[in-house]
T-cell receptor
Framework: ELKVEQNPLFLSMQEGKNYTIYCNYS?????LYWYRQDPGKSLESLFV?????AVKQEGRLMASLDTKARLSTLHITAAVHDLSATYFCAVPRNSGGGADGLTFGKGTHLIIQP | GAVVSQHPSWVICKSGTSVKIECRSLDFQATTMFWYRQFPKKSLMLMAT?????????EQGVEKDKFLINHASLTLSTLTVTSAHPEDSSFYIC????????????FGPGTRLTVT
């Protein structure tokens, strides 16, 4: 059974600081997704990582994927208050291609304080 | 592009009644749609996979007779919560995968169900 673990689950940090959220998963997958969720809202897609070594950046967020280590990271650079949200990583349940339901991590609740 | 809508966005119903939630892909055709539920301050849990023109595949522990899923067209899937009870109160979110880019999964805005 696929397990997806995120850490930390809760993170309070100051504006301007850097930090990394980690996502480990238990079975082989060459795809990994990162989402942001604001309170009371649905998911906003941040990154889709499709291969080993994939790195994507958008603004102050950068995500990477190491399929051999079954690890993805979401790095926050010079955090700003607007990045406060809950961040989820998710992995397809099956390693084959095509549309597949996702198994989500528990989420990282990020609070960025002035 | 790639917009998924849900209707209603929130609904309150009485215990014992049924509620239907619609999920539509507005600007693409979705062969596959997924239904998730999320309890407060929790993660998302996959309930079922819905393929156009065929029966839905339910995850272990999800009652198929309680959560009826119909995927009648390439742009519409519906989830009906039958004989709802307070423990069914949750945030229900659908997602859809386009026919041409099946690795993509676009999420709807969610439906908040409260059963009194």
């Amino acid at each position: 059974e696929l397990k997806v673990e995120q850490n930390p689950l809760f993170l309070s940090m100051q504006e301007g600081k850097n930090y990394t959220i980690y996502c480990n998963y238990s079975t082989t997958s060459d795809r990994l997704y990162w989402y942001r969720q604001d309170p009371g809202k649905s998911l906003e897609s941040l990154f889709v990582l499709l291969s080993n070594g994939a790195v994507k950046q958008e603004g102050r967020l950068m995500a990477s994927l190491d399929t051999k280590a079954r690890l993805s990271t979401l790095h926050i650079t010079a955090a700003v208050h607007d990045l406060s949200a809950t961040y989820f990583c998710a992995v397809p349940r099956n390693s084959g291609g095509g549309a597949d339901g996702l198994t989500f991590g528990k989420g990282t609740h990020l609070i960025i304080q002035p | 592009g790639a917009v998924v809508s849900q209707h209603p966005s929130w609904v309150i119903c009485k215990s014992g009644t049924s509620v239907k939630i619609e999920c539509r892909s507005l600007d693409f055709q979705a062969t596959t749609m997924f239904w998730y539920r999320q309890f407060p301050k929790k993660s998302l849990m996959l309930m079922a996979t819905s393929n156009e023109g065929s029966k839905a595949t339910y995850e272990q522990g999800v009652e198929k007779d309680k959560f009826l899923i119909n995927h009648a067209s390439l742009t519409l899937s519906t989830l009906t919560v039958t004989s709802a009870h307070p423990e069914d109160s949750s945030f229900y979110i659908c997602s859809a995968s386009p026919r041409t880019f099946t690795y993509e999964q676009y999420f709807g805005p969610g439906t908040r169900l409260t059963v009194t």
